[in-house]
């Protein structure tokens, strides 16, 4: 079992390749504007389409970033080191990304008029992509076997702690309409659709033209192949896309290929005795 030296911070392991103390400091003294839009999701749950997608809506879809901008320097990580590198050069409105509950978000977040999408996937989705993620990402500790790796991820033993409660922090919010939420599930069904709701959310009144163009432009396909989107460009001790390619799959129900019955019903009660008393509908069966 290699051992990776976390972050702690307020209760939550983060991966130091990425992180420090400065920068997580950084993001709490961040100065969020009113026009800026945060994708937040847990991880493993469309980051990265959602970083794809961001700048073409509120750009009118002009793809000049997608195809000359790495997509961590385009919609920069709010608690990354990047963000202090790049954060003079992005353009209002600026889009970002974040992994943070909703409780880490910065005091002049919560002052400022900024939108969120709030993107959600089926935990167990998320958790066998995290799983495969864990054997190729060099900075991340050796997943083990996928029921040890259950186990870690139903006691959130893992980035950005436990799936249920990153949920239900950001569904707890108080934000009324600056806050949308959409999920991977949706986006993979329909993405036309998702974008059209996306338009609407961030006033972007894009032409039907304009949301077929992004669409096709965003698809797991084109993605993958776009050296600027598909992590290629991270040196290989970092991420082994041999081990297993970082855009993988792009499809909803892959858990199946990979659950047993008993795990199944363990990771299902598990989440359903968290999200007990909780008044939002999960979107997608447990079962």
Not at 83 to 101: E, N
């Amino acid at each position: 079992m290699s051992s990776c030296e976390y972050i702690q911070y307020r209760g939550i392991d983060l991966p130091p390749v990425a992180h420090s103390m400065e920068s997580l400091e950084y993001a709490q003294n961040f100065s969020v504007e009113d026009t800026d839009v945060f994708a937040v999701t847990y991880p493993k749950s469309g980051t990265i389409w959602m970083q794809e997608i961001l700048p073409l809506v509120l750009n009118g879809g002009d793809l000049t970033p997608i195809h000359t901008i790495p997509n961590w320097d385009r919609v920069p990580w709010l608690e990354e080191k990047r963000l202090a590198v790049v954060v003079d050069q992005l353009t209002s409105p600026r889009a970002l990304v974040t992994h943070f509950p909703y409780h880490l978000m910065p005091p002049s977040f919560h002052a400022s008029k900024a939108k969120v999408v709030y993107v959600m996937r089926n935990p167990k989705d998320v958790m066998v992509s995290s799983y495969y993620f864990h054997q190729m990402a060099g900075f991340l500790d050796d997943p083990g076997t996928f029921d040890e790796f259950m186990a870690k991820f139903l006691e959130g033993k893992v980035l950005f702690g436990k799936w249920t409660d990153h949920v239900k922090s950001w569904r707890r919010t108080e934000l009324g309409d600056r806050i949308m939420y959409i999920t991977y599930e949706e986006m993979v069904q329909d993405l036309p659709a998702a974008l059209r709701s996306l338009s609407d959310f961030l006033g972007s009144n894009l032409s039907e033209e304009v949301i077929q163009k992004i669409a096709e432009h965003c698809s797991f396909k084109t993605m993958k192949v776009n050296s600027m989107s598909n992590f290629s460009l991270v040196p290989k001790v970092l991420m082994d896309s041999d081990k297993s390619p970082f855009l993988r799959k792009g499809v909803v129900g892959d858990w199946k290929n990979h659950f047993s019955s008993e795990q199944l019903a363990r990771f299902t009660s598990v989440i359903r005795q968290e999200l007990e008393n909780e008044s939002f509908p999960l979107p997608w069966s447990l079962d």
